[in-house]
């Protein structure tokens, strides 16, 4: 299997967005649109006591430029009826190179009173910056505590590739394998779902093992022309279901094995898919999903009704991580869209992030360590695949997200051939909500030149 190899030359210009922060890759020319709007200010609150703290940043929608300083602010408000004194303290947690320490401040705060402090720094390298602000009272044990995370021009950020000398050979025999499988395609309608404008189908078919995963497919019943199709895909233990509100394309919500109702061969519980078969790439957990996905393209790929010119993946979360490999592994995908993804440079995501269960099942084993482990995953990482990526790619971010911090995103979308774009929302976590949601529906119609 030969993996195509495009031209990275490639323009790219940015969109400034109210609350989010929106890049255009497109050829070799960058503009800059921001005209006039104020800086958007992003604040996060954290309450103890009669004691409320707030940090924001005056950073333009959550995003710096290099070497351009950024004022934090920190306000300390006293709801209580006593005097509030002690001691506030910065410190920087950083993907580039921290500053200095900051030494700490004396602060007192009268009843019902609000306190300002500020605090600037200069970003030298590309990466992200997490500002750590604590206040802690006289006579605390505990700090009130508060973060803030900042970016700086992210689209530069970049990791090394932890590819073994055998990853596509890896990758072309795993598909190999799955072609050999019988797909065995089966669709039910369930009446009980359909209505007037759309049935619901249940699907199954035969992946990878002989394993048996389903979703559900739904067809507008008016549809006289071939239709854009939109596989969705699960996040970490979620099961998809069928949404019931497109009457303008083929929706197919798959759920790989394990997920909602593919659970007859491979059960969901114990949660804990991401150590499934760790101790080898062959038998871990993600193999199997990963092909499972392309099974769902290939599904897709057989249906009369569907526009084969527009095949589009989406999931979050581990949804996202799917929507990547996928994108990367089957190039029938026209258009991917992942939302905060998972599976994303785990060299990195285990220096941000903690996981006991992770701890736990290397110690469970005397021959497992770390060194093994990120060879297994090293196999799963869409870092690595991202370079597969020929298709349209929409990537979103929650800047405060620390379950799949952006760093970890980014060093996947950076290494994408194909034209691709990315929205920032700088106040939100592992989450982006329904307006974000709505917002990717019409940027797949308009992808797809499809009117509602």
Known sequence: MTFPMPSSNRQRGWLLIPAVLFFVYSGAVTEVAVGNRPALLHTTTQKQNRLELTLSSDALAGVSLLNTPVKFEAKLTNAGNQVASGVLHWSVKSTTSPPPP?????AEIDPGKTVSYAH?????????????CEFTPSGAEKPIRQTLRIGCNPDKVISPLTRQPDFDEFWERAIKELKAVPAAFKSEERLDLSDDRIQVFEVSM??????RVRGWLEVPRNATQELPAVIRVPGYGQNMKPIGKCDDMIVFSFNPRGHGNSQQDVPGQPNNFWIRGLDTPQTYYYRGSYLDCIRAVDFIAARKDVDQDKIAVWGGSQGGGFAFATAALDPRVDHCIADIPFLCDWVD????????????WIADQPDRNWQSTLQTLSYFDTMNLADRINCPTLMSVGLQDSVCPPTTCFHTFNRISGAKKFRIYPNKRHGLGKEHYTWVWTQIRESFAVSE
Not at 120 to 132: D, Q
């Open 102 to 106: 900051s030494p700490e401040i004396p």
């Open 120 to 132: 600037t720094i200069t970003i030298p390298k590309a990466g992200f910056v997490e500002m750590v």
């Open 206 to 211: 035969r992946s990878h093992g002989q394993i």
């Open 349 to 360: 995501y285990f220096r941000l992030t903690h996981w006991p269960e992770m701890d736990e």
